[in-house]
């Protein structure tokens, strides 16, 4: 029993972890047809188990996919999505041929190894098995397990890679440095993430310049406004905010306030996103975050886009 509690166990853990990470760094809504196939198989992959242990294929493959639709909640709940019945109800279809093709790759694999009498269901409960059949069914056992670890471990590393690469990473001094428009957020989405709203007004531009000056203009009203015309803006007024830029964070200063110094994590985005699931972020865009309290996490975020 504690054997085939470790299967449902690993079953779970496996199929949660890679959907959760698939549907973070790989998944595109429109894959090809048989991406569509093969993914499930992946992600279900733990059916196999069955085939070196007496254990419940049914079961098995309800534990499998409670762990893959348990890693889709987590995503879409990270993402805000609200949709997320219909997004389910669609990848537990997906995953039924999966599903069915690894149950008859398992019963398969239970058939061979009962004509060369090496039935592994029974080497776990039987002591009258030789040693060498006892080594051999753990063997099979731990290869299927460290292929699935191995998996997992590629898609962290892979996954990761591809969020620093693709998606965004920490900004550079020379990627920030022009004219910006706040892009304003989805009023719903914008109450959950700012804590706090110290610059409430809905339509702001700034311009960064490479000598450490920083304007900021805010209005109640939009209107269009060309590079040319905010530098002319900016000129017409005396500075009095500068910043300092160090790996990624930007510090702000004010000439008028010397005991006030904002410090702002930057990052630019590499590949089209939407925030959340929601607010469409697109690649030279720049996401601005000013970080609480160690128990706060970010109290305040702002989406910048940059006019050419």
């Known amino acids: 029993m504690r054997n085939h509690k470790m299967i449902y166990g690993l079953s779970f853990f496996y199929s949660a972890l890679t959907a959760f990470l698939f549907i973070t760094f790989f998944y595109k809504q429109n894959g090809s047809a048989l991406s569509s196939f093969i993914v499930p198989v992946i992600l279900l992959a733990p059916i196999l188990f069955v085939a070196v242990q007496d254990v419940s294929l049914l079961f098995v493959s309800f534990i499998t996919l409670l762990g893959l639709v348990s890693g889709l909640l987590i995503d879409l709940q990270i993402k805000n999505i609200v949709t997320w ?7 537990i279809i997906l995953s039924i041929p999966a599903i069915v093709i690894l149950n008859v790759s398992s019963i398969l694999i239970r058939i061979i190894n009962k ?22 069914s753990k063997k099979i056992f731990t290869t299927i397990f460290l292929v699935l670890c191995c998996f997992s471990g590629l898609l962290i590393y892979s996954g990761t890679q591809k969020s620093n690469s693709e998606v965004g990473r920490f900004a550079k001094k020379e ?21 706090v709203n110290p610059w409430p007004l809905p339509y702001q531009w700034f311009a960064i310049y490479n000598d ?11 209107q269009v406004l060309t ?14 905010t500068t910043y300092e830029f160090n790996s990624g964070f930007l510090t702000v200063s004010y000439s008028d306030m010397k005991n006030i110094k904002e410090l702002w994590g930057v990052n630019i985005i590499k590949k089209e996103i939407k925030i959340r699931g929601v607010a469409p972020a697109l690649p030279g865009d720049i996401v601005m ?9 970010i109290i305040y975020f702002r989406h910048l886009r940059k006019i050419i």
């Open 85 to 91: 019945k219909m997004t389910v109800f669609a990848w």
């Open 289 to 297: 975050s000013i970080q609480g309290g160690p128990k706060d996490g």
């Open 227 to 240: 590079a040319i015309e905010l530098d002319k803006l900016c000129k017409s007024i005396p500075p009095n």
């Open 175 to 195: 990627e920030i440095v022009g004219y910006w428009k706040l892009v304003t957020l989805p009023h719903d989405l914008s109450q959950k993430i700012n804590k």
């Open 115 to 136: 004509r060369n009498k090496q039935d592994f269901s029974k080497i776990y409960d039987s002591h009258q098995i030789d040693n060498n059949k006892i080594k051999l």
């Open 212 to 222: 450490g000056k920083i304007f900021s203009f805010m209005s109640s009203k939009d």
